[in-house]
């Protein structure tokens, strides 16, 4: 079914052109000021990965691997999926270059309904958990240098809501609102604030990790760790079992032959895909780049192959430093903190902290600055609620930003509630519920949407233009690969985090009744250029 709103929301077509053909016709105003260079772009794609991630999710994928070897193993699998996936993405970027990016590119790929169950799940969880995610690493990591700031410093103290889950307000999560709060306030302001914001804090967290990485290297070296590490580099020693939510599959650990060896790595990919994922916020304000054709398909491999250089070699100094126990046993899953403790002493953890409080910060002004673009562009195509569809005079969408503060700060709110042997509760954060849900949701559309370039090189083809694209990922088996990958991924999910992946599943389909309801509403017109 085509979309009668596209060519009111996507720059660069003309009226009755296929979504891959070439045009040299001025593309329609959006009303959106072309502020972002490649510099701006590719701080947005590195700064967007960038987050608390790469210093803590080691720990659990040492536990589930069980060896320094399928540990490297996995982020260099994320590094394969992630960097294919961006050379994809270009080569979309370069075709489509249109407000709102990956639901664009759905949208004129399949239909209406699919690009909406992306808005629908990238606002419900994809990107709003993320950005709630973060900011609650943040605070977390905020408190080790203001010990004040707490997890069980109340304010409103836990309302159960089950067994398992509560609703409270600790001084930690009312810090991690203030900063979702103060993040969407200067963004609101217009796109100079949130770029140059996202240009500071990514080259200096990008410093701090590069630092990180050399005093871990020389420094932190650390000879024992090293021969217990890599002398035998393949073997699983002592990996956690991985149980399936279904009776008839199997328990398996990483020691259990081939399929268990699969499953582990399947399932190790949501903590390092959801460190490395948000690459494709860059897509979102395509509105808003200078040569958006090729400038995002630069800006997309240039940040990503810089950000996951950086996290092997993280992850190389992590193993250089550490015993592998070590790291599969860091207090509260800092592996970074541990590193520097080795290496400084206490003074490792406030230095962490500090670095961790930069990193976190800048990664979410950067999700908070491109996911509120999906919205305005959801709302253009009357498939969102109708003033976000509108730019505020600072020509940002002050309504999007604002609506998506909101639920990401409603999202801080849900506790984890555990207890110990005497009956007292323990109230953790939805943190790594967050990585699950928000991991395959991501899968699910990141394959549909790679999935999608064999449609829109056949359209390509059959509108007689030429089949090449600035940023083309060439050969069929590149987005074959990422798919296929994805996929097998997906399945070990479902299988074996079966309690938080298929809540995923059902967010998506929640999605059909509400786009039935807002498909009548009729799309808003299109913006007036700006001089």
């Not at 967007?48 to 536990?63: C, D, N, P, T």
């Not at 993320?130 to 304010?155: E, H, K, M, N, Q």
């Not at 950000?307 to 992590?318: D, E, R, S, T, W």
């Not at 694209?469 to 069929?476: E, L």
């Amino acid at each position: 079914m085509a979309d009668p709103h596209a060519v009111a929301s996507s720059p660069g077509a003309s009226p009755g052109s296929p979504p891959g053909s070439p045009s040299t016709a001025s593309p329609p105003a959006t009303g959106f000021l072309r502020e972002l260079g490649l510099l701006d772009s590719t701080m947005i794609v590195a700064g967007s990965m960038i987050g608390s991630g790469i210093f803590i999710v080691s720990a659990e994928i040492a536990r589930t691997t069980g060896s320094a070897g399928w540990l490297l193993l996995t982020w260099v699998v994320t590094g394969l999926l992630t960097i294919t996936g961006a050379l994809c993405y270009g080569e979309l970027a370069a075709r489509m270059p249109r407000v709102g990016g990956q639901y664009a590119y759905l949208r004129e790929l399949y239909s209406p309904l699919v690009g909406f169950l992306y808005g629908w799940t990238f606002f419900l969880v994809i990107q709003t958990g993320t950005i709630a995610a973060v900011a609650v690493g943040f605070s977390r990591y905020l408190g080790v240098l203001l010990p004040g700031i707490g997890p069980t410093d109340w304010i409103v103290r836990p309302i159960p809501l089950s067994e398992g889950y509560a609703l409270s307000l600790s001084l930690q999560q009312f810090v991690a609102i203030v900063m979702l709060v103060v993040l969407t306030a200067i963004n609101s302001r217009g796109l100079r604030p949130g770029r140059w914001i996202q240009n500071v804090f990514t080259s200096t967290k990008t410093v701090a990790l590069v630092l990180l990485i050399a005093v871990g290297l020389l420094a932190g070296w650390n000879a024992e760790a090293v021969r217990a590490n890599f002398t035998d580099l393949w073997t699983p020693v002592a990996p956690a079992e991985i149980r399936s939510g279904f009776g008839w599959a199997p328990t398996l650990t990483a020691g259990a032959g081939l399929l268990g060896l699969l499953v582990a790595l399947g399932v190790s990919q949501v903590g390092s895909l959801f460190s490395s994922d948000a690459w494709n916020n860059i897509t979102f304000t395509a509105g808003e780049v200078k040569e958006p054709r090729r400038t995002i398909p630069r800006a997309l491999a240039l940040g990503t192959a810089l950000v996951i250089v950086l996290y092997l070699l993280a992850n190389l100094a992590y193993l250089v430093t550490l015993p592998l126990d070590a790291i599969k046993t860091a207090p509260d899953d800092r592996v970074a903190t541990a590193t520097l403790n080795a290496i400084f002493g206490s003074t490792g953890a406030a230095i962490m902290a500090v670095a961790i409080v930069i990193s976190t910060f800048g990664c979410n002004n950067g999700l908070v600055l491109a996911g509120a673009r999906v919205y305005y562009a959801m709302a253009r195509d009357g498939l969102f609620f109708r003033p976000v569809g509108t730019l505020n005079a600072r020509r940002v969408p002050g309504v999007a930003l604002w609506l998506q503060c909101l639920w990401a700060c409603v999202l801080v709110l849900p506790r984890t509630v555990s207890h110990a042997a005497d009956g007292s509760p323990t109230y953790g954060n939805l943190y790594n519920n967050l990585l699950d849900y928000v991991v395959f949701s991501v899968l699910i559309f990141y394959a549909l949407t790679i999935a999608g370039l064999f449609i829109l090189r056949r359209r390509t083809v059959a509108a007689g233009a030429v089949a090449g694209a600035p940023g083309a990922a060439g050969s069929p088996l590149v987005p074959v690969l990422y798919v296929v990958v994805a996929l097998a991924i997906m399945v070990a999910l479902l299988l074996y985090k079966t309690d938080t992946t298929w809540p995923g599943v059902i967010i998506v389909l929640t999605g059909i009744p509400v786009f039935l309801l807002w498909r009548r509403g009729a799309p808003l017109a299109p913006e007036t250029a700006p001089e």
